[in-house]
Nanobody, 115 residues
Framework: QVQLVESGGGMVQAGGSLRLSCVPSGTIFSANVMGWYRQAPGKQRDLVASITSFKLARYADSVKDRFTISRDNAKNTVWLQMNSLKPEDTAVYYC?????????WGQGTQVTVSS
């Protein structure tokens, strides 16, 4: 059973930076899509950024020019570099992977941005 292991969340002041990492626990071949979603209290889970195995990335409008997603295809590791963080970025961030026609989710890592 493949599990996604996330790290890098925490608390930071507005304007600061954090870097999230996500790596599968099992041995897999190339994941089709990897990405990050986030869910704030009382809100739905929304896409933050995703990246294909061809390194094509997409971003939510709210994070463009502040967040950067990247991946290592050999290790199926994905990172989310978050700069210029705002209080509205506060949420639980979930790693996502589309692999072999199945969807996988991490357990989530809390990101809190104080004003």
């Amino acid at each position: 059973q493949v599990q996604l292991v996330e790290s890098g969340g925490g608390m930071v002041q507005a304007g600061g930076s954090l870097r999230l990492s996500c790596v599968p626990s099992g041995t897999i071949f190339s994941a089709n899509v990897m990405g990050w979603y986030r869910q704030a209290p009382g809100k739905q889970r929304d896409l933050v950024a995703s990246i294909t195995s061809f390194k094509l990335a997409r971003y939510a409008d709210s994070v463009k020019d502040r967040f950067t997603i990247s991946r290592d295809n050999a290790k199926n590791t994905v990172w989310l570099q978050m700069n210029s963080l705002k209080p509205e970025d506060t949420a639980v961030y979930y790693c996502y992977m589309r692999y072999s026609s199945s969807d996988y989710w991490g357990q989530g890592t809390q990101v809190t941005v104080s004003s």
